[in-house]
């Protein structure tokens, strides 16, 4: 049986879902182009109609309460709902159509090109938006629904969302053949603490609940910085240059092994001293997936799987004409927490 509801209480939860983004009712009316005194009635009467309080006043802004939070999930699922229902409405004729948004960090998105360009010839009338972005700026993105999906790494699973996990890539110590440091086959923490690390520096401040990456692991071990940069092709060319080492996993080191010639750089495994990477389709909680969204998912979860059953490689070996060649990843048993 379906309730009778207000006629206009998808648009207070639109409103109210804007405000609580931007914690202010004169942003969220700019976003909307909606007068602020329209905002806030529309936030006036949602209170009314569910009989509590989703935000506390303050002089300097609003503050959304516990139960804002609780009624900000259910909207985002709510939209993503009847996104869902007119995606799936609209494939009714058994084609594909309509947009997807996703997320990748580069490591991934480089593996991923020649399925997803398959997949889009495929299915023409599918508009596929691709938004490469590190992995805490993905976990955020899921969680808010601003992507479908992430295709992305993490240390550790989600505490609320879900991580399929696809491939596992371990830790690499990188640095140049001919290092003057005397580095160990296998580093302990104490070899690792002495070395001048080229450092991997990310812009985002940590939140709440910071997204488990390996930077953040190795933080402990980098004990001497002598440089910090947000790109890995150039942080490899730092360390070709001599002036130290850096930590990076198996995907990131593949994924930065062209346009240079890579000869003088060797990597050896970190995983007796930090975690594995696991990379995987993350999927915000609850989430209503539309079927081409659903469809590409499937389609990269075959792709990964393919290539994780070939033969591994040694992450320490050299190819000829000077490409490093690194550890192909680990293929690692499927799991999902937060459903």
Known sequence: ????????FLQWLRGFYYVAKTGSVRRAAELMHRNPSTISYQLRSLETELNTVLFDRYKKGLQITPEGKKLLGWTITTFETLQSMRSAVGTSDGHLQGDILMGATLPVAI??????????????QVNIRIQRALSSEIAQAVKE???????????????????????KARPLLVMRKDSIWDIPPIPTEADLERLPFVVFQTSQ??????TPTLQSATRRLQKNTVI???NYHIIMQFVRSGIGVAIMDELCYRATMFGSDWSSIISCPLDHLLPNVLYGILVRRHKHISPQAQALMDTLRRHFTTLAEQPLGSADQTQKGGQPKAAR?????SSRKGD
Do not use: C, H, Y
Request: a negative charge; zero cysteines; hydrophobic letters at 40%.
């Open 145 to 167: 629904s601003r992507l479908d999906f992430g295709l992305t790494g993490m240390t550790n699973l989600p505490k609320l969302d879900s991580l399929e996990i696809l491939l």
């Open 111 to 124: 593996m991923a090109v020649d399925t997803i360009a398959a997949f889009q010839a495929e299915n023409p």
């Open 228 to 230: 910090s940069v947000n």
């Open 329 to 333: 990843p680990r293929r690692k048993a």
């Open 205 to 210: 401040e940590e939140s709440e609940q910071p």
């Open 1 to 8: 049986m379906i309730p009778e509801l207000n006629g206009d």
